[in-house]
């Protein structure tokens, strides 16, 4: 099993924001979710991969190569889609085309026209008279013509309607059925993530918190729910983060075998969903950086 | 220069190719009005038709400059290197003056043969002009569009651009200045210079020089650059 | 063949769809040498991580209930008799412990609970 994407102990210091030491591998034929809040470093990463901006140190490996020594033939097998529209907004769609896809080797013009009639974008129209939504369909339709082997989204669905989210969720989990591609996919909205990430790796404030597989996240976190009575100082030890409301608590906790053992059935036990754990961990470090 | 280098001045004479359309009319007119009113103040031609096609070329040059240097995210996460595309805007200004002392000359030719111009076809002092107006331009722009900022640089561009043209226009050809204006001082120094042969050479020497110098010095910063 | 996963559910996704499937060809209901979807797909189909599929496929290879052929697919694999009645009596006994003890909770006492299973044996006889 190969690794398609290797980010070692990255660093990138700006003046009131850094990446400390971010690390995560994402395996060939998976999809890779990174979450995260705004502002905690997940365009920064991603520009970092495609090397437009500048590591102060680590390493970074696609397809096994490092990404500045290799990156013209890595970058003939990346598709991106970013969440600011890239493309020259002057030009009609069938412009734009025809200006990018000399620069792929593998381009299909076949596969191009059938995600535009899917799409259903007019060719003939200028890009910067299309909606949001449809701008983004458009760079998506652009990132999959070429049948790229690594496919690195930024919050690709922000903006767009539920819809053509599911739409598009459908239409990666079709790509996916070749198991020699891999997506990487930044996303603030988590419940897409739920649904077909296979890793997940949490970034805030420029460190990962974790890398894992979905699995691993749902088993091993644990929402526990109960009466306000039950709480003490010693059980909120075991408790990543804990809300409280007049009628119960809600706490996020790692350690669900202790909790079972505590308090039996005395309370309710679920799985987190990925936007439970983002932010009741984003919640326990502002607490922390309070005290 | 690669294939990736000619596949960007490619994409560049399409994007545009818009222009080139536009361009071409008030082109000729001027020429021809230009050409016109030459020759009859002064009964023979000179470097001004070379001279304005190549102000005309600018504003292409300046375009697709400006319009790379702000899609720049989009150009770099394709399989193009930074010093592949600087190389090719570079090369870009090069081949597009020698294309317009091409075009020039064959009109100039057109236009002597229907007996409207005396202009004679070109000469090797017409071919540096041209060159060395171009390079003198983009050594400075080029920086400034890819290593600050694409509107900056269209904007130096610009005002390049109006500056030539007022200097070549507006003010004509001999002129005896009593007032002691700065400005039109340079200027009329500038066209003095221009109209001997020798300085058009100097000109062209020390523009190209800058260019190369310009290239070496960009390429380096933009390689390194964040964007 | 038939998955039907729940989330609110206390068990693992995977270990939902090994159970499923489990069941599945103990009953009869996939029989030997059927296909199983690939991972895949199943994932796919089912919009979950195709590691939890993968996971699940693993599960019932390691109790020998499929056998992954490479190139080919996963299929179900020939049941030994008796290995299948042993594992049908593990089941049944799955489930009468669940019963005993949620009879447990409501205070019922042994008699109560055979009193139970008597009227529904009866019951089923019937039909």
């Given at each position: 099993?190969?690794?398609?994407?290797?980010?070692?102990?990255?660093?990138?210091?700006?003046?009131?924001?850094?990446?400390?030491?971010?690390?995560?591998?994402?395996?060939?034929?998976?999809?890779?979710?990174?979450?995260?809040?705004?502002?905690?470093?997940?365009?920064?990463?991603?520009?970092?991969?495609?090397?437009?901006?500048?590591?102060?140190?680590?390493?970074?490996?696609?397809?096994?190569?490092?990404?500045?020594?290799?990156?013209?033939?890595?970058?003939?097998?990346?598709?991106?889609?970013?969440?600011?529209?890239?493309?020259?907004?002057?030009?009609?769609?069938?412009?734009?085309?025809?200006?990018?896809?000399?620069?792929?080797?593998?381009?299909?013009?076949?596969?191009?026209?059938?995600?535009?009639?899917?799409?259903?974008?007019?060719?003939?129209?200028?890009?910067?008279?299309?909606?949001?939504?449809?701008?983004?369909?458009?760079?998506?339709?652009?990132?999959?013509?070429?049948?790229?082997?690594?496919?690195?989204?930024?919050?690709?669905?922000?903006?767009?309607?539920?819809?053509?989210?599911?739409?598009?969720?459908?239409?990666?989990?079709?790509?996916?059925?070749?198991?020699?591609?891999?997506?990487?996919?930044?996303?603030?909205?988590?419940?897409?993530?739920?649904?077909?990430?296979?890793?997940?790796?949490?970034?805030?404030?420029?460190?990962?918190?974790?890398?894992?597989?979905?699995?691993?996240?749902?088993?091993?976190?644990?929402?526990?729910?109960?009466?306000?009575?039950?709480?003490?100082?010693?059980?909120?030890?075991?408790?990543?983060?804990?809300?409280?409301?007049?009628?119960?608590?809600?706490?996020?906790?790692?350690?669900?075998?202790?909790?079972?053992?505590?308090?039996?059935?005395?309370?309710?036990?679920?799985?987190?969903?990925?936007?439970?754990?983002?932010?009741?961990?984003?919640?326990?470090?502002?607490?922390?950086?309070?005290? | 220069?690669?294939?990736?280098?000619?596949?960007?001045?490619?994409?560049?004479?399409?994007?545009?190719?818009?222009?080139?359309?536009?361009?071409?009319?008030?082109?000729?007119?001027?020429?021809?009005?230009?050409?016109?009113?030459?020759?009859?103040?002064?009964?023979?031609?000179?470097?001004?038709?070379?001279?304005?096609?190549?102000?005309?070329?600018?504003?292409?040059?300046?375009?697709?400059?400006?319009?790379?240097?702000?899609?720049?995210?989009?150009?770099?996460?394709?399989?193009?290197?930074?010093?592949?595309?600087?190389?090719?805007?570079?090369?870009?200004?090069?081949?597009?003056?020698?294309?317009?002392?091409?075009?020039?000359?064959?009109?100039?030719?057109?236009?002597?043969?229907?007996?409207?111009?005396?202009?004679?076809?070109?000469?090797?002092?017409?071919?540096?002009?041209?060159?060395?107006?171009?390079?003198?331009?983009?050594?400075?722009?080029?920086?400034?569009?890819?290593?600050?900022?694409?509107?900056?640089?269209?904007?130096?561009?610009?005002?390049?651009?109006?500056?030539?043209?007022?200097?070549?226009?507006?003010?004509?050809?001999?002129?005896?200045?009593?007032?002691?204006?700065?400005?039109?001082?340079?200027?009329?120094?500038?066209?003095?210079?221009?109209?001997?042969?020798?300085?058009?050479?100097?000109?062209?020497?020390?523009?190209?020089?800058?260019?190369?110098?310009?290239?070496?010095?960009?390429?380096?910063?933009?390689?390194?650059?964040?964007? | 063949m038939k998955i039907i996963l729940?989330?609110?559910?206390?068990?693992?996704?995977y270990e939902q769809i090994v159970e499923q499937i489990r069941s599945q060809i103990l009953y009869g209901e996939l029989s030997e040498g059927t296909q199983l979807p690939s991972i895949?797909k199943l994932a796919?189909e089912l919009?979950?991580?195709?590691?939890?599929t993968k996971r699940a496929y693993e599960e019932l290879e390691r109790e020998k209930l499929i056998e992954t052929v490479?190139?080919k697919g996963s299929f179900v694999a020939s049941q030994n008799k008796?290995l299948m009645r042993e594992k049908k009596?593990a089941e049944?006994?799955?489930?009468?412990?669940?019963?005993?003890?949620?009879?447990?909770?409501?205070?019922?006492?042994?008699?109560?609970?055979?009193?139970?299973?008597?009227?529904?044996?009866?019951?089923?006889?019937?039909?």
């Amino acid at each position: 099993m190969n690794n398609i994407l290797e980010v070692q102990n990255i660093n990138k210091s700006y003046k009131d924001f850094s990446l400390k030491n971010v690390s995560f591998e994402l395996k060939e034929g998976y999809i890779m979710g990174f979450i995260g809040p705004n502002g905690a470093g997940k365009t920064t990463v991603i520009k970092l991969i495609m090397n437009l901006i500048k590591k102060d140190s680590g390493s970074i490996k696609v397809f096994g190569k490092d990404h500045i020594k290799n990156e013209k033939e890595i970058k003939d097998r990346i598709g991106f889609v970013y969440d600011d529209n890239c493309y020259y907004e002057e030009f009609k769609l069938y412009e734009i085309k025809r200006i990018i896809a000399p620069f792929y080797s593998k381009w299909n013009d076949d596969l191009f026209n059938k995600y535009i009639r899917q799409f259903e974008l007019p060719l003939d129209k200028k890009l910067k008279k299309l909606s949001k939504g449809m701008k983004m369909k458009f760079s998506i339709a652009m990132a999959l013509s070429h049948d790229p082997d690594l496919i690195i989204m930024d919050e690709p669905t922000a903006g767009l309607d539920p819809v053509f989210r599911a739409e598009l969720l459908e239409l990666l989990l079709e790509l996916m059925q070749n198991e020699n591609k891999s997506i990487f996919f930044s996303s603030h909205i988590t419940s897409d993530l739920d649904k077909i990430a296979d890793y997940i790796t949490f970034i805030y404030d420029g460190e990962i918190l974790f890398s894992r597989t979905k699995d691993e996240i749902s088993e091993s976190y644990g929402i526990v729910k109960g009466a306000n009575e039950l709480l003490n100082e010693e059980i909120k030890k075991s408790f990543i983060h804990c809300t409280q409301s007049p009628y119960g608590f809600e706490a996020l906790t790692m350690d669900i075998p202790k909790i079972r053992q505590e308090f039996g059935d005395s309370v309710i036990i679920e799985r987190p969903s990925l936007q439970d754990i983002m932010v009741h961990m984003h919640m326990a470090r502002r607490q922390a950086g309070n005290e | 220069m690669n294939k990736t280098t000619w596949k960007i001045i490619l994409k560049d004479f399409y994007i545009t190719r818009k222009i080139w359309c536009l361009l071409i009319i008030p082109y000729l007119i001027h020429f021809i009005l230009l050409e016109a009113l030459i020759t009859s103040s002064t009964g023979k031609s000179i470097f001004y038709p070379y001279l304005c096609s190549g102000l005309y070329i600018l504003i292409l040059i300046a375009c697709a400059q400006y319009l790379d240097a702000k899609h720049d995210f989009l150009i770099h996460s394709l399989s193009i290197k930074r010093t592949e595309q600087i190389r090719a805007k570079y090369a870009f200004v090069i081949i597009m003056g020698l294309i317009s002392f091409l075009l020039t000359g064959i009109t100039g030719a057109i236009l002597k043969k229907t007996g409207l111009s005396i202009m004679n076809f070109a000469s090797l002092t017409d071919l540096m002009l041209i060159i060395a107006m171009l390079t003198a331009t983009t050594a400075l722009t080029i920086p400034i569009s890819f290593l600050i900022k694409a509107l900056w640089g269209l904007v130096a561009n610009i005002s390049i651009l109006l500056t030539s043209i007022f200097v070549i226009l507006v003010l004509p050809i001999d002129i005896t200045v009593d007032s002691i204006n700065p400005w039109l001082l340079l200027i009329l120094q500038i066209k003095k210079l221009c109209n001997n042969p020798h300085n058009i050479y100097y000109f062209f020497i020390i523009s190209f020089a800058l260019f190369l110098i310009s290239y070496l010095l960009t390429n380096k910063l933009y390689t390194n650059k964040d964007l | 063949m038939k998955i039907i996963l729940s989330n609110s559910s206390d068990k693992p996704i995977y270990e939902q769809i090994v159970e499923q499937i489990r069941s599945q060809i103990l009953y009869g209901e996939l029989s030997e040498g059927t296909q199983l979807p690939s991972i895949r797909k199943l994932a796919q189909e089912l919009r979950i991580s195709v590691i939890t599929t993968k996971r699940a496929y693993e599960e019932l290879e390691r109790e020998k209930l499929i056998e992954t052929v490479a190139g080919k697919g996963s299929f179900v694999a020939s049941q030994n008799k008796e290995l299948m009645r042993e594992k049908k009596l593990a089941e049944i006994e799955n489930k009468l412990s669940e019963a005993i003890k949620d009879s447990k909770l409501l205070n019922m006492t042994l008699d109560d609970l055979i009193e139970i299973l008597r009227f529904l044996y009866e019951e089923d006889k019937h039909e």
